[in-house]
């Protein structure tokens, strides 16, 4: 089974804190994804990125930056927290050659204060 | 503009009492539509991809069907357990395996 870990379940932060949110998957995939969902606009896009060191920009990456330094791990990062950043954040991934699937981890719950 | 948009937003059922969810999409090039479920304080989990109008897929009580506008989740004698949000998601012919997300309907089946 596919296996799609992030580091935190719930996080507290202030506002003007860096912020680091970490995704491991297991199954060799290409494709990562980070997404944010809000009541009421679904899941939007910030970053995915399709190789090690490869990013590309989602619909919303504004005030986010992500790394991704080795095949099995991305990071998004939120330089300066700030309130209107309080969501839900999801990682997940996918091989490039099945990408039907995406295979989700069990999502970050960030507040910022 | 791409967009994929959901109906209803909620949705209360009577256990047994069988319904459809409507995903509607305009999307340029659909390579794939794609339904999750998604349980409270969880990430999304896979359900189905159709990819071409006239498809159908099945799961226990839920199968999926697809026109060339919409796609509808029909439950059939659902059960409290089918509680949950139903995303639907339309993937695009680009380079990359971008998948736009509809809101999604919150379903609540009562015992």
Redesign the interface.
Known sequence: DVK?TQSSRYLVKRTGEKVFLECVQDMDHE?MFW?RQDP??????IY?S?DVKMK?K?DIPEGYSVSREKKERFSLILESASTNQTSMY?C?S?N?YS?????????T?LTVL | EDQ?TQSP?ALRLQEGESSSLNCSYTVSGL??L?WYRQDP??????LF?LYSAGEEKEKERLKATLTKKESFLHITAPKPEDSATY?C?G?MKTS????I????TSLSVIP
């Open positions: 799609v494709n997404y009421g606009l679904g899941l939007r896009l995915f399709y590309e989602g999801l997940a996918t490039s990408t039907d699937t995406q295979y989700f981890g069990p999502g719950r | 994929v937003e390579r794939g794609f304080g969880k990430g999304p989990e896979f991809t995303l998601a993937a990359y395996d971008k998948v997300f509809g809101p999604g």
